[in-house]
């Protein structure tokens, strides 16, 4: 099984090729999550990622013949763009074969770092399948984005960095896909601190790394769509799994929802643009799965950052909504000139904004002397919602929020 010693020697073959990424305590969740809170910002890396380190340890050891052969791989995304990457760098030929449903982002990225990209089936293990194949029938060296000691080893180089970035530590908490990730962090850390909790946090839609460990044994679960697709993997790694098993001392799972909400918050508050996978982390803390002291000290790894800006703009809109800062009302009052009007000013008494304003006639269930008006606004939040709707009922106008 993988030690320590593999991860210093990665992290010597890794040196001045890979970001030292950040590990800053942030206030700006102390109202959320209770005691100090530290984000070690993997997004920063040179392909978004988290991935590069594990892929570029593992490309560096290649042997000529090897790198003449060139390279395969299969990906959600982030390890495809760290091969294409750091292939293209080294000059070593590479294909990559992701998922169908990959987002756009992740494939045209990739392929504008130089990797030849097929597009193969509707999960990770089905483009594995094909990059299989690819393998046997070209010759190509397998890159596998978290089945390989060299990979996990390069991960792994985080976990040093967090304990030296944040020596009082008392908990990491890490996202889990393949396990790759978690087993190099979770080596190293326990490691050096031993004392130090480890939390493993898995999307609920796929959570085969918790229920290998309920088995005993390594599981294939059916896997759900998810918004954190870098770490939706039918099962974790063979060699992975010994390490999570060793290692971790718990893992959790987070819902879509509470990952939205955590992209939304690492944005609004921190400035930092996250995907699903990379949010995970800080997912569970908002959620209150990774019970901790406020004492206590903790870090959670973000672990990318390559989300599609459509993702993120339908994030933004839903988290506001579930905020109560966009709602639409609907009032209903006479179809006749000045009801607009009125409505609009005992808005804008309460300082809410209107973003958009459309009449219902024939499709409402009123009057025909009446016409209900559907208002989108920006507000507050709830308290202030609540307030809009006090006043124009006090008014005498009906009103209902739009579900």
Not at 234 to 247: A, D, L, N, Q, Y
Not at 359 to 388: C, M, P
């Amino acid at each position: 099984m993988l030690g320590l010693d593999d991860i210093r020697r990665a992290r010597e073959r890794l040196r001045d090729q890979v970001v030292p990424t950040p590990c800053s305590f942030t206030t700006r969740f102390s109202d959320l999550v209770p005691g100090a809170v530290a984000l070690k910002l993997e997004n920063h890396q040179h392909t978004g990622s988290f991935k590069a380190r594990g892929a570029l340890n593992r490309l560096l050891e290649l042997t000529e013949e090897e790198k003449g052969r060139g390279v395969v791989t299969a990906s959600a995304g982030n390890h495809a763009q760290a091969v294409a990457y750091h292939s293209a760098r080294l000059g070593i030929s590479a294909t990559v074969v992701m998922p169908l449903t990959t987002p756009l982002i992740k494939v045209s990225n990739t392929r504008r770092y130089g990797a030849g990209v097929e597009l193969v089936g509707s999960t990770f293990d089905a483009a594995l399948a094909h990059a299989r194949k690819l393998e046997a029938e070209d010759g190509r060296v397998m890159i596998h984005a978290f089945d390989d000691d060299r990979v996990i080893a390069g991960q792994g180089t985080i976990g040093i960095e967090i304990v030296e970035q944040a020596p009082n530590l008392d908990v990491v908490v890490v996202p889990i896909g393949g396990g790759g990730l978690v087993a190099g962090i979770a080596t190293a850390v326990k490691a050096l601190r031993p004392e130090v909790r480890v939390i493993g946090v898995e999307a609920s839609a796929a959570a085969s790394a918790r229920a290998s460990l309920k088995a005993g044994r390594i599981v294939e679960i059916e896997t759900a769509d998810t918004i954190a697709d870098g770490i939706a993997v039918k099962r974790v790694g063979e060699r992975t799994f010994p390490s999570i098993r060793e290692w971790v001392d718990e893992i959790v799972v987070v819902d879509d929802d509470t990952i939205a909400r955590a992209i939304l918050l690492l944005l609004e508050r921190e400035k930092t643009v996250v995907e699903g996978a990379g949010a995970a982390s800080l997912a569970a803390l908002l959620a209150g799965h990774v019970e901790h002291e406020a004492t206590e000290r903790v870090v959670a790894v973000i672990a990318g950052g390559n989300i599609d800006v459509n993702m993120i703009s339908r994030i933004i809109d839903r988290g506001l909504v579930d905020d109560g800062r966009l709602t639409r009302l609907v009032a209903t009052v006479r179809d006749r000139p000045g009801a607009l009007a009125l409505l609009t000013e005992l808005v804008a008494s309460t300082g809410a904004n209107v973003l958009e304003v459309s009449h219902l006639r024939a499709f409402a269930d009123i009057s025909v002397g009446d016409v209900e008006i559907v208002l989108q606004l920006e507000t507050h939040g709830r308290g202030h919602v609540e307030e809009i709707l006090r006043l124009m009922e006090a008014k005498g106008v009906p009103v209902r929020q739009a579900v």
